[in-house]
């Protein structure tokens, strides 16, 4: 009975370890999601590329994460942006996977 106790102990634990080792992760990820382009920073997220990829006119002025308009050159900002979006998610996916099989183990 008590080893029972124990197994059901250590899979409580590694299951909290997990999620606490997955939020760590995001919020690195969220980290790295950060671009810097033309004097600006900016957080790459879907709705900033979907938004970018969407506005007709080759030069416009976006706000960075410190709130200052920053002149971007529509495609080369697309470009750079949709590198390093798909470079993070990679990386995330990655250790994602290896967290979820550390888990198993």
């Known amino acids: ?3 029972e106790i124990e197994n059901l102990v250590d899979q409580v634990r590694q299951s909290t370890d997990y999620q606490i080792n997955k939020r760590i992760l995001k919020e ?3 980290t790295d999601l ?3 382009y ?18 007709p006119d080759e ?4 706000e960075d994460i410190y709130e ?8 080369d900002f697309l470009y750079h942006a949709r590198l390093h ?5 990679n990386t995330w996916h990655q250790q994602h996977a ?3 099989q550390i888990r198993k183990i």
């Open 1 to 3: 009975m008590s080893n």
């Open 28 to 30: 690195k990820i969220k």
């Open 34 to 36: 950060h671009m810097p």
């Open 38 to 55: 033309n004097n600006g920073m900016f957080l790459i997220e879907p709705s900033l590329l979907a938004f970018i990829a969407t506005w």
């Open 85 to 89: 979006y798909q470079t993070a998610m």
């Open 68 to 75: 200052n308009p920053i002149e971007i050159k529509r495609d």
């Open 59 to 62: 030069v416009l002025y976006v």
């Open 98 to 100: 290896e967290l979820k």
